[in-house]
């Protein structure tokens, strides 16, 4: 499986951006896509997460209200919808995929995920 994850850039505070994961080399019609993000000097942070198994989603408290996952089964790619983006959303985000059904209690743990994408800058500055 690969992922490729694009969309970031430079955005204003209050902007909106769209984040894309495009999964390839899939073996299964089951599995899951999670967005973490990493802003320097600080852990890796589950952010969001979609289930093709069942449809489930969920999101941290952090993003809820701001940020919207879906994805597109016919191109298989995840998408994350940024809306009144805050300097503190600055960051890498990457993407990651689970084979299967996701633990839904832990859903934004790191180890939860067997393959991730290299990684999108997202800067909200003025």
């Known amino acids: 499986v690969q992922l490729q994850a694009s969309g970031g850039g430079l955005v204003q505070p209050g902007g909106s951006l769209t984040l894309s994961c495009a999964a390839s080399?899939?073996?299964?019609?089951?599995?899951?896509i999670g967005w973490f993000r990493q802003a320097p000097g600080k852990e890796r942070e589950g952010i969001s997460y979609i289930s093709s198994y069942d449809g489930s989603s969920n999101y941290a408290d952090s993003v809820k209200g701001r940020f919207t996952i879906s994805r597109d089964d016919s191109k298989n790619t995840v998408y994350l919808q940024m809306k009144s983006l805050e300097p503190q959303d600055t960051a890498v985000y990457y993407c990651?995929?689970?084979?299967?059904?996701?633990?839904?209690?832990?859903?934004?743990?790191?180890?939860?995920?067997?393959?991730w994408g290299q990684g999108t800058l997202v800067t909200v500055s003025s």
């Open positions: 080399g899939l073996t299964s019609d089951y599995y899951a």
């Open positions: 990651a995929f689970r084979i299967g059904a996701i633990t839904k209690p832990h859903w934004d743990w790191v180890h939860e995920y067997d393959y």
